[in-house]
């Protein structure tokens, strides 16, 4: 399950509140609950990504202090009907954690049992988040060069500019 607790720190109206993370389902999804109260109450789960097909695991997530906006970062392989190839996603709140948009941000898809640990099952728990100055950076476990070497899996990351594309300027 996995879960990550954060504390909005940003200067915005949220400040203080809490956001908790975690994997649950025999499919797994990964949900989002908050607490406006220091943690007396929470409010009811809801899941941050759009689709439920397959499996989403081992997330994480970050809040940037510039604005409290929420940023989760997740394994998921919605894309492959064997449910083995996995993608990262990353799932974007502006708004407290009541509106969520998701998007991949993996430029390749990836088999975790292509791993050198006993058994090839154990490969996820590297993954991270750091969200500051509304960019976004997201890092996983990557078993793209494994086909050819099982111990050449590497810990890849995104930039991701969460107030980009900017509208242009006058060009007068």
């Known amino acids: 399950a996995y879960p990550v607790i954060q504390c909005d720190l940003s200067n915005s109206e949220r400040r203080g509140w809490l956001y908790l993370t975690w994997a649950a389902d025999n499919y797994p999804n990964i949900y989002f609950s908050r607490s406006t109260d220091q943690g007396e109450t929470w409010s009811d789960r809801v899941i941050v990504h759009s689709d439920t097909t397959n499996d989403q695991f081992w997330q994480w997530h970050g809040v940037d202090p510039a604005n409290g906006d929420i940023a989760v970062m997740f394994l998921d392989s919605r894309n492959d009907p064997n449910n083995i190839a996995i993608e990262t996603y990353v799932s974007y709140s502006s708004d407290g954690g009541n509106t969520w948009i998701d998007k991949r941000v993996s430029d390749?898809?990836?088999?975790?049992?292509?791993?050198?640990?006993?058994?090839?099952?154990?490969?996820?728990?590297?993954?991270?988040?750091?969200?500051?100055?509304?960019?976004?950076?997201?890092?996983?476990?990557?078993?793209?060069?494994?086909?050819?070497?099982?111990?050449?899996?590497?810990?890849?990351?995104?930039?991701?500019?969460?107030?980009?594309?900017?509208?242009?300027?006058?060009?007068?």
Do not use: Q
Not at 108 to 121: I, Q, W, Y
Not at 152 to 168: G, L
């Open 108 to 172: 390749v898809t990836s088999d975790l049992r292509l791993n050198p640990f006993d058994g090839n099952s154990f490969a996820g728990d590297y993954s991270g988040l750091a969200f500051s100055e509304h960019i976004i950076y997201p890092s996983w476990v990557d078993m793209r060069n494994a086909k050819n070497d099982i111990f050449d899996s590497d810990v890849y990351s995104a930039f991701i500019n969460v107030n980009a594309p900017e509208a242009a300027g006058n060009f007068i």
